[in-house]
C-alpha cells in the first residue's frame, strides 16, 4: 500500500471522532437535517480525506438511490455516503454530494454527537439494510 496522502483543511472544520482527520468544512454544508441509523447527520457539497466504496442502490426514507459508503482515508472508519443516483426527480440534488453521519465525526469545535437510542426505531434516510 502506498502513502497516505491527507489534505489540511482551513476554517471551521468537521474531522473523524477517531483519528482527527479533517473532513469538511462548516461553508460547504448543504443541509443539517438528515438522518441515519444512529441520529443526525450533515449533507456536505464537498468532503475531503475520504475513499469511496463500492456503489450499491439502497431505499431511504426519500425513495431508491445510488450510493457508495465513505471512509475516512486515514483510519479507514465509515464517516458516512455519497449519493451517486437519486432516482426521483425531486432528489437529484443529492447527486454528488457526500453525508457525515454526526456521530462520526466531532464539529469544529471538537464536541462529539452522541447517538440516541431512539434514532434507529424511527429509521433512516440512508440506511435501513
Avoid at 52 to 76: K, N, P
Wanted: glycine share 10%; aromatic share 10%; net charge neutral.
Amino acid at each position: 500500500m502506498g502513502r497516505v496522502f491527507v489534505v489540511t483543511l482551513e476554517g471551521k472544520i468537521y474531522s473523524c471522532k477517531y483519528c482527527k482527520t479533517h473532513l469538511a468544512l462548516c461553508e460547504d454544508i448543504v443541509s443539517k437535517s438528515f438522518q441515519c441509523r444512529h441520529g443526525k447527520a450533515y449533507l456536505f457539497n464537498k468532503v475531503a480525506n475520504v475513499t469511496v466504496g463500492t456503489t450499491e442502490e439502497r431505499m431511504m426514507m426519500t425513495g431508491l438511490h445510488t450510493v457508495a459508503d465513505i471512509f475516512c482515508v486515514s483510519c479507514g472508519s465509515i464517516v458516512g455516503w455519497k449519493y451517486e443516483t437519486a432516482h426521483d426527480k425531486n432528489q437529484k440534488y443529492k447527486e454528488g454530494k457526500s453525508v457525515l453521519e454526526r456521530y462520526k465525526i466531532s464539529g469544529p469545535d471538537g464536541n462529539y454527537y452522541w447517538a440516541s437510542h431512539e434514532a434507529h426505531i424511527g429509521g433512516s434516510d440512508a440506511d435501513d439494510a
